[in-house]
């Protein structure tokens, strides 16, 4: 059964940064294709950005295009979200999901394994 665990949210202000955490158990993390996802209060959850199970290709929603970089880390089982340059309007809970058929897309329903979340809020 794959786990899949989100780390590193908190409270900034804004312009500033934080580094999203993703680790998986359970499976061949290294295989797998990774999003993340965020969902603001009354608002449908959203595509932030993934990456290939090879790190070689990744994709951002326009709002976090320049500001927010997806990357695997050295570990085999853990992808990281850097988000720079942070807005009020990031503020939301984020969600790291992964698609075991490496398919690296922006559809919700393509990833199987959702962690449960981890809280960003950008405020002064």
């Known amino acids: 059964q794959v786990q899949v665990i989100e780390s590193g949210g908190g409270l900034v202000q804004p312009g500033g940064s934080l580094r999203l955490s993703c680790a998986a158990t359970?499976?061949?993390?290294?295989?797998?294709?990774t999003g993340w996802f965020r969902q603001a209060p009354a608002k449908e959850r959203e595509f932030v950005a993934h990456?290939?199970?090879?790190?070689?290709?990744?994709n951002y929603a326009d709002s976090v295009k320049g500001r927010f970089t997806i990357v695997r880390g050295d570990a085999e089982n853990v992808v990281y979200l850097q988000m720079n340059s942070l807005k009020r309007e990031d503020t939301a809970v984020y969600y790291c999901a992964v698609d075991p058929w490496g398919r690296a897309t922006t559809q919700r329903d393509d990833y199987e394994h959702w962690g449960q979340g981890t809280q960003v809020t950008v405020s002064s």
């Open positions: 990456i290939s199970w090879s790190g070689a290709s990744t």
């Open positions: 359970g499976g061949t993390f290294s295989r797998y294709a």
